[in-house]
């Protein structure tokens, strides 16, 4: 098992957990064991589907008796009155699996379907959008994933799979030069093979880290379109590039034709509406 595949586990029994409690008395009350139905996800909002495979998932956790028979992948275009599945057992696991399938898959359809929106804004350029780490605590993994399925790209996924040299870092470590620096000899001596990024303010900061090297992507913040495009002259293709910091969807595209390689958006993940669904029987 994979790290993805162990978080998205750990996920699914505390929902449960939060969730359940101690059972579902509401359906336990009222629905004999014996019991058998259907129901369909019916969709209710244009958007890009997401979460189907981690939907199957909790059905199968919950109980492995259940069949689900997909129409509409991960991904697809879907619009209202579209089925993306139907799912057929035991009526008390349909009842009790309803609320966390459907919290899941609105929420990850919500990002797909935002990133989809950014994504196809940023056509005709080589820039990538690529989402934060401002995720629902705990539910990181899924809201990524949502990203990569809308058609952007992932970030880092957590504080331990790159460094990022943030303004914050740099300040406390005494400089650019020392942060780069540290950064670098930490990497030596942990035995650890991470990708180096810093985040530049200004001109006199940018023109140091090019001084000094040793780095992968910089990272410009709260740049303005115009001294974006001076920034990515004077890198001139040696690093990967990177705008961040008030960029909205109407300004998305006056930062890629800049030319940057990635722009970073908060708002993929922090500020979604989920996308309407419901999960009936049928």
Known sequence: MNKEEELIDRLIDLAFAEDIGDGDHTTLSCIPTTAMGKSKLLIKEAGILAGIEVAKEVFRRFDPTMKVEVFMQDGAAVKPGDVAMVVEGKVQSLLQTERLMLNIMQ????????????????????????????TTPGMRILEKMAVRIGGGVNHRIGLFDMILLKDNHVDFAGGIDKAITRAKEYCKEKGKDLKIEIEVRNFDELQQVLDLGGIDRIMFDNFTPELTKKAVEMVGGCYETESSGGITFETLRDYAECGVDFISVGALTHSVKGLDMSFKAC
Not at 115 to 123: C, D, G, V
């Open 107 to 134: 929420r990850m359809s919500g990002i797909a379907t935002m990133t989809h929106k950014y994504a196809e804004k940023l056509k005709g350029t080589n820039t990538r959008v690529l989402d934060t780490r401002k």
